[in-house]
């Protein structure tokens, strides 16, 4: 038998990866992770949808995380969303007031989640966007990908990112506007109807 010297780097074999969660619902919500946007804010849109799987069946305990920029198209740079009492310790959450852009929720036991953020505005040449990243069972790594909202064709069509995907799939990025400030977005995460992923570098 030939004895491989593992104390190079060249020499090591990859170990497997191993399957995250189900464990989501432990540590990582928070009390009002899907309320983003500050209590009564007139620029509120709530978006929503379900996670599913490759045979459309909903995912009960995935975490959906958003971030997002302000009406304006600002990067926050407020305080994050987990503030503690500095007496004693305990969870206070948001203050209410200012604009973090982030959220995160867990799927119920339906698969469908649900945040209310700020309508975002456009940076750039991107077109209005929340970036989202997804984790559930059986991803060995989490799932980056984006919300765009619709009514704006032009942006749409300018988009730099949505230029570069195949027409048939650019649905999958675009919410469905469901009226009174709602856009429903469903996350499926393999099979027909797939939704597009972004892989980060």
Known sequence: ???????RPENVLPTPSHTVGPFYGYALPFRGGEDIAPLGHPDTITVHGYVLDGEGKPLPDALVELWGPDQDGNLPTADGSMRRDPASGDFLGRNGVEFTGFG???????????????????R???????????????????????????????????DPLLAQVEEPRRDTLIAAEEG??????????????????LEFQ
């Open 124 to 158: 750039g040449r991107n077109a209005p966007y929340v970036s989202v990243c997804v984790f559930a069972r059986g991803l060995l790594v989490h799932l980056f990908t984006r919300i765009y909202l619709p009514g704006d064709d032009a942006a749409l069509a300018a």
């Open 104 to 122: 995160r929720i867990q799927t119920d036991a339906d698969g469908h989640w649900y945040a209310r953020t700020l309508r975002p505005g456009a």
């Open 180 to 197: 009174n400030g709602t856009y429903r977005f469903d996350i499926r995460l393999q099979g027909e109807g797939e939704t597009v992923f």
């Open 1 to 7: 038998m030939t004895k491989i010297d593992t104390s």
